[in-house]
Structure formats: C-alpha cells, structure tokens
C-alpha cells in the first residue's frame, strides 16, 4: 500500500473541488446555449419561446414539433430509458428538417450539435412549411404552426 503524506490530501479535495466546478460551469453553459437556440427554434416554428428553458418540458415540445408523442420526455428521468426519447426526438429532428427543406444528412449535425442545428434552422433565410411533413407521408406536428391543434384539423365535427 502506497503512504501518502498528510500534506496531500488538502491538495486533492482542491483539485478535485476545482475539477467539479469547471464541470458545473460547462453543464450551465450547456443548458443556456440549448435553452437560447431552442428559444429561437420554437419561435421560428410557433411554439412559445420561454418553453425552451423549461427543462423536461422543453424536450416535451420539442418532440410535439417533431411529430411525436411529448409524454415521451418523461423518459429522461429515467436511466438508460432516456436513449428512448432521444431516438423518437431524432426522428422528429428528421421530420422538422423536412418542414425547413432539409434531407437526411442535416440530422447528424443535430445528433451531435443540437444547438447548432437549433440556431441554422432559426435563421432568417429559412422558411418553415410544415404541410412538408404531411406531404412526405408523415402525420403532421403534435405543436407549432401546422399542428392539429393549430390548424384543428382531425377535430369531430
């Protein structure tokens, strides 16, 4: 067993107080570069901009414009049953790429730099159709311009 000598451990905690400071800082910086390129993105598609900082309700939303179903967000709470609702969240990403005009290949930027893909889409020059969706054999947005609830369509008489 290695002997340590006692000024050492104050050293440690030090270090690694610092270490999870930085991570905190990163984890904060995270959150509001995604909560302020989802703000833009939920604009762009007509969905409230303050959701965005919400954090499961957020994702709730942002599956909703994808064409999903947003209880799924629920799933982030639960470990290892997250992967489920970032799949179903991709598909959606696939599906809202559809709206701005988007193939497939756009998805990998917002697999790996989400808010990089939040902020292209909510740029000026893009133009968001959602009847895109529809015409590509997929069921309309569950929220934002051309949802059901938008537009009532699949409402009874």
């Known amino acids: 067993m290695t002997h340590y000598p006692d000024n050492v451990w104050p050293v440690l905690i030090v270090v690694y107080a610092v270490m999870a400071v930085i991570y905190l800082l990163f984890i904060v910086a995270y959150y509001v570069l995604m909560a302020i390129a989802l703000s833009r993105f939920f604009a762009k598609v007509g969905v409230e901009p303050w959701i965005a900082w919400v ?40 599906r809202s790429g559809i709206a701005f005009r988007k193939d497939g290949a756009f ?14 889409l ?23 311009y051309g949802s059901v609830a938008k537009t009532g369509a699949f409402q009874q008489p």
Request: proline share 9%.
């Open 55 to 94: 954090p499961v309700y957020s994702y709730w939303k942002w599956l909703e414009v994808g064409g999903q179903v947003g209880a799924l967000s629920l799933l982030l709470l639960v470990p290892y049953a997250n992967v489920v609702t970032l799949v179903f969240l991709y598909i959606g990403m696939y």
């Open 107 to 120: 998805l990998v930027l917002g697999i790996f730099l989400p808010f990089v893909w939040c902020f292209l």
């Open 122 to 144: 909510a740029g000026r020059a893009e133009v968001y159709s959602p009847e895109l969706i529809t015409q590509a054999g997929y069921p309309p947005p569950l929220a934002g």
